[in-house]
T-cell receptor, first 118, second 110 residues
Framework: DVKVTQSSRYLVKRTGEKVFLECVQD?????MFWYRQDPGLGLRLIYF???????EKGDIPEGYSVSREKKERFSLILESASTNQTSMYLC?????????????????FGPGTRLLVL | QKEVEQNSGPLSVPEGAIASLNCTYS??????FFWYRQYSGKSPELIMS????GDKEDGRFTAQLNKASQYVSLLIRDSQPSDSATYLC??????????FGTGTRLLVSP
C-alpha cells in the first residue's frame, strides 16, 4: 500500500510566522504535489516536483515555496504566514507518467494538515 | 469553461438505490480520469481510474467514460449510508498533473 504521511494534522500559527509543512512517501514515487483545499474552490495545486531538486509552480504558488532534497520528502514553506493561508493542505504523490501512452498516474494523498493562521 | 465540472449537490438517494455522479471536462483535459471519495475532514481516497471509452466495473462501482461527449460518470449500486461523502472527479492536464472538480456531495439515507 502507498503511504503518504504529513508532519502535522492540525497547526495553529501567527501572522508573519514561517511555517514548514512536511510530506513523506514510502513508494519511491517520482512526483510529489502540494494542494490546498477550500470550501467551494476544490483542490488547487500550489507546487509540484517530478524529481529531486526539481519544482514547478502550480496554479497558486504566491506566498509559498517548496523544497525537495530527497526523493521521498517534499516540504511546503509559507515564508510569512497570512490569514488567507488558513486552509487544509494536502500532499500527494504519484509515479512518473510516460510522455506518451498510458497517461497520468494515480495520485495518492496524505491525511492533510489543517492550518489556522491567526 | 472550467476544465472539470461537477454538480455540487447534494445528491440524495435512499439506501439500496443507484447513485449516479457525473462530471464533464474540457478539451484541455487528457484522457485519464479518476474518481476519489472524500469523507468530511479527511483526505481524498481513490475509488477508480478509467482511461478507455466505455465502462469499468469494480464491485459496487462502475465508471463510465464517453470521450465523444466529454463526460465521465460514476455509478454506485446498492448505495449504503457509508457511501455518504463528497466525490471528486479528476482528469489529467499538462505534464504529470491532475485537475480536480469541486466535488459532488452524496447523501444516502437509511
Amino acid at each position: 500500500d502507498v503511504k503518504v504521511t504529513q508532519s502535522s494534522r492540525y497547526l495553529v500559527k501567527r501572522t508573519g510566522e514561517k511555517v514548514f509543512l512536511e510530506c513523506v512517501q514510502d513508494m519511491d514515487h517520482e512526483n510529489m504535489f502540494w494542494y490546498r483545499q477550500d470550501p467551494g474552490l476544490g483542490l488547487r495545486l500550489i507546487y509540484f516536483s517530478y524529481d529531486v531538486k526539481m519544482k514547478e509552480k502550480g496554479d497558486i504558488p504566491e506566498g509559498y515555496s517548496v523544497s525537495r532534497e530527497k526523493k521521498e520528502r517534499f516540504s511546503l514553506i509559507l515564508e510569512s504566514a497570512s490569514t488567507n493561508q488558513t486552509s487544509m493542505y494536502l500532499c500527494a504523490s504519484s509515479l512518473l507518467s510516460p510522455l506518451n501512452g498510458e497517461g497520468e498516474k494515480t495520485q495518492y494523498f496524505g491525511p492533510g494538515t489543517r492550518l489556522l493562521v491567526l | 469553461q472550467k476544465e472539470v465540472e461537477q454538480n455540487s449537490g447534494p445528491l440524495s438517494v435512499p439506501e439500496g438505490a443507484i447513485a449516479s455522479l457525473n462530471c464533464t471536462y474540457s478539451d484541455r483535459v487528457s484522457q485519464s480520469f479518476f474518481w476519489y471519495r472524500q469523507y468530511s475532514g479527511k483526505s481524498p481516497e481513490l475509488i477508480m481510474s478509467i482511461y478507455s471509452n466505455g465502462d469499468k466495473e469494480d464491485g459496487r462501482f462502475t465508471a463510465q467514460l464517453n470521450k465523444a461527449s466529454q463526460y465521465v460518470s460514476l455509478l454506485i449500486r446498492d448505495s449504503q449510508p457509508s457511501d455518504s461523502a463528497t466525490y471528486l472527479c479528476a482528469g489529467g492536464t499538462g505534464f504529470q498533473k491532475l485537475v480536480f472538480g469541486t466535488g459532488t456531495r452524496l447523501l444516502v439515507s437509511p
